[in-house]
């Protein structure tokens, strides 16, 4: 049986530790934001939003729960960690979607854009996949060693962050774009949510994706899996959060002309569309 060095087996118990306090962070955010969901999504209509956000919001914890399983296990008993994998894509997924119905409202519901966004998501979900599961290596460096199951992954998953990263870079892109284009002016309570608010938890996410394609592609691959659990839980917890925020303020600023819709907005028209924004109200 292949043995690691000293360094190695530190290394390894790193990543162990880090993942476990992403765990923790997982469950204090589940805690903390619990009243919240009540409040915004459990006597609401079972539709899309809520769907996706029950997914998000729940699968990461058998996700978590088989991250932890896989850093615990002894390095020679291998065991199949598919089931892991598919629930953090569906999970990532799930989190992923919020963001894209977030920006298809702040794009005034763009039938156009919302297309545009579900085919991009597909090429770059069947690219992740296939970088994934090849066995040809794409990066050079450092592999975990054939045959055995330590908790670590080949360099092909720091490629696979990269189009995550390019995804949600497209993200931010549109709503920086929409934001200076239609929304320079307005000062509207659901505009400065949407933005200001969705910028933060956005550019979180994406600085943790780029994490992982550093540690993916420049660390020993005793690190590979050090943000594992932490990808998945700041996709739930953050995209959780921009969905609480955009329910509260709109509850909060109760814009009477705006009819509630999958993201409590039925149409987002900038000033350019006859659309008269103030602080607190609008007119259709």
């Known amino acids: 049986m292949f043995s690691l060095s000293v360094s190695d087996l530190t290394k390894l118990q790193t990543v162990k530790y880090a993942n476990f306090g992403s765990i923790a962070n997982l469950v204090f955010d589940f805690c903390i934001t619990f009243a919240e969901e009540v409040r915004w999504t459990w006597f609401r209509p079972w539709d899309v939003t809520r769907v996706i ?12 729960g088989l991250t932890a399983y ?3 296990r002894v390095g020679h008993q291998c065991t199949s960690s598919l089931q892991g994998k598919i629930i953090h894509i569906i999970s990532i997924v799930a989190a992923e979607s919020l963001l894209i119905i977030r920006t298809w409202a702040f794009w005034q519901r763009s039938k156009r ?3 545009g966004l579900l085919v991009y998501s597909v090429l770059i979900i069947a690219a992740a996949l296939a970088v994934d599961l090849s066995p040809t290596m794409l990066l050079p460096g450092e592999e975990p060693p054939i045959g055995t199951c330590y908790f670590e992954d080949t360099r092909n998953e720091a490629v696979v ?6 995804f949600e870079s497209v ?11 239609d ?19 956005m550019l979180c996410i994406l600085g943790i994706t780029l994490a992982n394609v550093v540690i993916g592609a420049a660390l020993p691959s005793a690190y590979s899996d050090m943000l594992d659990a932490l990808q998945l839980v700041s996709h739930s917890v953050l995209a959780s959060r921009i969905l609480f925020r955009i329910r509260d303020s709109n509850e909060r600023i109760q814009e009477p002309s705006v009819s509630v819709t999958t993201m409590e907005l ?3 028209r900038p000033p350019t569309m006859s659309m008269s924004w103030t602080g607190t109200t609008s007119q259709v």
């Open 53 to 64: 956000f029950v997914i998000s919001r729940y699968l990461p914890f058998a996700g978590v």
């Open 70 to 72: 896989d850093a615990l």
């Open 113 to 115: 854009l919302l297309i």
């Open 161 to 166: 962050y990269i189009f995550l990263a390019m």
């Open 171 to 181: 993200i931010l892109i549109l709503t920086v774009y929409k934001r200076v284009h």
């Open 183 to 201: 929304y320079k002016n307005s000062q509207s309570g659901i505009v400065v949510t949407l933005y200001h608010d969705g910028m933060f938890y």
């Open 266 to 268: 039925d149409c987002l």
